[in-house]
């Protein structure tokens, strides 16, 4: 088949996808060759796993291309690339959903009901309240969890094939399936048997809406109204001491009085007691750093538990719990035991199963009555703390959980975790500073066990004495050979069924496990650790890790940390950090603000090509506007894929030989130009700078199109001789090299051009090393100054209000003595260009055209 007989007589982008989609999966052109790679030939990549639950946003492809991009130049360059996709199935967002889709909410206590039917499918479901969903067993909520995300992992793969993500999907995994369960399950079993995991009954962030806990990483704080309640405490001698307090509401839960040790104001009375308004309870006055001077009036409460000050000051100064707030967000029936007057406790019934908010103004109104709150409430507005996915501000209550420890009181593993935090080549590097803060600023060990019902089971039961009750310090830790396991369900060892519950017998754990606990071990579950040691020993440490900058807290350092624990060593070489995406306004894009662009019909409607080149435009770290009304990138980004096509049609209808030598000092000058440009290019994606190397390409590119082809093409038409060979080959080889350099950036337009002339697939030839030769001054000059040169003529003739296909009669080409002297060596193409009869070269301060005599209809 001649090339002629290839390229189609109007090239266009419509139908890319879908053509080349199909063709890439028959001929497994992304596929990873493991029999053929070694450890040193493979580039894998631990891919982020999206979360299955709704659907994509625009920013999704934004960093997703930019992995996509690294792979496919890494695969150029010959590397075996290892490029999973992974999907983030459990978890609160994927309960939520299904809660909203199927209307139901899952209650444990239920029987299972086989074939069970939920009342609707594909409500948004966002006003349904949870007393109007049907409640389910656990067993049906979970069916209905992994039915859909099975469903939205479907769709989110056909956007990903969409968008040309060059991924092995024979290498795809799921975070709930058995073989991940297994995985989770076996990293925290070691955790476990290490003494790295342990359980305790301790101070917890509990989200009352999903009625769980939640981890330091998954806080976010939001500015809401509030109030300072100036309230009075009283000492032994009558007199008061008043503090200043936001949470007047638990008030019954007061341990102490703190202010500052260098506070002169409260030194005094450090060590001696007061008693508390209303309940009348004795507390002491303590004296430590975290107090403010300048806050209120200097001396805070310390209630059992307000916020996470409260848990600082209760461990430190070693003081009792009074906790009084509730896993439902309300004030707990049973009053602490210290409150024992009857005025006192008739006070505390006036609160007990109130809300807070409800709380907080019988508290104030309790207040008034005694005479301790002193004037009127003083509106302020302060960050509080919520769950991520919250609506509500979390509480802090006593729970038993299981934690795994992570540096926060373990210096030696802080230092080891900062150590491979240095170790990590960082882009940008900027980024590694977020890390190190976090890192230093942790508080706790991480929280691993959530109240949640779709999610890995924590692989525990616990043995029951003879009155039936739970003896938590002695948990039976599944072993290996039992993995995957339920213990909701499945028996204890060395139990049986029947003693489920019994005196003497066993209780499975409920809870499950964190999400982050299993997207902490990506590099694992892709990499088929314990279950393919072959496999993980040839990918693992991965090259990779590309992710948003948002999540270093949560994803990257826990598993820096779960890497630490297991194996010792960091789990990546690099790590690619992406910015976000903000809307025209600035405001980063998220669902909870309503901005949000789902790409589909972006795509759709621009190509995927376009789309991709406006993600691949932005560098890493650095956020990106998106304008749905106005995407004045993506249109640049088509226009570029469309030019590709028609300037590959037009250099391949030129008949020659590709292999002819160049001569001509312009083609000479354009590929050594071109060598420059696949350099630059090169350096630019070995630092991960993807938009440095396609702005690079895409520079030269126009030049090449808007000027060279221009120059040479009169001479490429004509007849066959060396000068028209050279033209030819000099455009072949600039088209393969192009072609090459773009392919990471729009896959399908450069796949189509490619196809035209060759059998192979663009994204499995070589990237382009340049010719080697070492250009001299004048031929990485030549162009440019021909390219000046034509555009004087252009603008000559419009100057003249005459078309650019008019003839001239003579032109006078001006500029300094080097600089003309290259000229006149392009001499030929430059009148060719010109229609020029007559073309002078002459001395001038700087290069300028002149003279120009256009010709007359007689003359032409």
Known sequence: ?????????????????????????????????????????????????????????????????????????????????FYPMGWDDNGLPTERRVQNFYGVRCDPSLPYTPDFVPPFAGGDGKSTKAADQLPVSRRNFIELCERLTVEDE???????????????????????????????Q????????????????????????????????????????????????????????EIETTRPELLAACVAL??????????PFFGSTVRTPVFDVEIPILAHHLAQKDKGSGIAMICTFGDVTDVVWWRELDLPNRAIMGF?????????????????QAAYAQLAGKTVFSAKQAMVELLRESGDLIGDPKPIVHPVKFFEK????????????????????????????????????????????????????????????????????????????????????QPIIATADLLPVDPSSDVAPGYTAEQRGAANGFVGEVDVMDTWATSSLTPQLAGGWESDPELFDLVYPYSLRPQGQDIIRTWLFSTLLRAELEHGESPWKHAALSGFIVDPDRKKMSKSKGNVVTPADVLNQHGSDAVRYWAASSRLGTDAAFDPKNPTQIKIGRRLAIKILNASKFILGFAGDDAAPVTE????????????????????????????????????????????????????????????????????????????????????????????????SVHRAQWPVGSGRTPDADSLALLDLASRALTGIRRAKTDAKASQKSAVVSATIGGPEAEVALLAQVAADLKAVGRITDLTFVKADELVVTDIVLATVSEI
Request: aromatic share 12%; hydrophobic share 40%; charged share 25%.
């Open 1 to 81: 088949m001649t090339n002629a007989d290839r390229v189609p007589e109007k090239p266009a982008l419509e139908g890319l996808e879908a053509k080349w989609e199909t063709s890439w999966e028959a001929q497994g052109t992304y596929r990873f060759d493991r029999a053929a790679a070694t450890k040193e030939s493979i580039f894998s990549i631990d891919t982020p796993p999206p979360t299955a639950s709704g659907s994509l946003h625009i920013g999704h492809v934004f960093s997703y291309t930019h992995t996509d991009v690294v792979a496919r130049f890494q695969r150029m360059r010959g590397k075996s690339v």
């Open 154 to 184: 479907k769709q989110f793969e056909e956007l990903w094939r969409t968008l040309g993500l060059s991924v092995d999907w024979n290498q795809s995994y799921r975070t709930i399936a058995p073989e991940s369960i297994t995985a989770s």
């Open 186 to 241: 076996l990293a925290f079993v070691g955790n476990v048997n290490r003494g790295e995991a342990y359980q305790a009954m301790a101070p917890t962030l509990w989200d009352v809406t999903f009625r769980t806990a939640v981890a330091q990483a998954e806080l976010e704080d939001k500015e809401m109204p509030a109030a300072y309640h100036r309230v009075s405490f009283h000492k032994p001698d009558g007199s008061t001491i």
């Open 258 to 267: 703190v202010a500052h040790p260098d506070d002169d104001r409260y030194k």
């Open 328 to 344: 439902d967000g309300r004030i707990i029936a049973e009053a602490p035991d210290v409150i024992v007057t009857p005025a006192a």
């Open 390 to 473: 919250g609506d509500k501000p979390l509480e802090i209550v006593s729970t038993r959980q299981w934690y795994i420890r992570n540096g926060a009181r373990d210096e030696k593993l802080r230092a080891r975790l900062i150590e491979h935090g240095s170790a990590l080549q960082w882009h940008p590097e900027f980024m590694r500073v977020r890390y190190e803060n976090w890192v230093n600023g942790l508080t706790g060990d991480w929280l691993v066990s959530r109240q949640r019902f779709f999610g890995v089971p924590l692989p525990v039961w616990y043995p029951l004495d003879a009155e039936s009750n739970p003896v938590f310090d």
């Open 665 to 760: 000092p312009i083609d000479v000058s354009m590929l050594a130009r071109l060598d420059v440009v696949v350099g630059q290019a090169t350096a630019a994606f070995d630092a991960f700078d993807h938009a440095r190397a396609l702005e690079t390409a895409e520079s030269f590119f126009w030049t090449f199109c808007d000027d060279y082809l221009e120059l040479v093409k009169e001479r490429a038409y004509g007849e066959p001789g060396p000068e028209q060979a050279s033209a030819v080959a000099a455009l072949r080889t600039a088209l393969s090299t192009l072609l090459r350099l773009f392919a990471p950036f729009v896959p399908f337009a450069t796949e189509e051009a490619w196809s035209w002339s060759n059998d192979d």
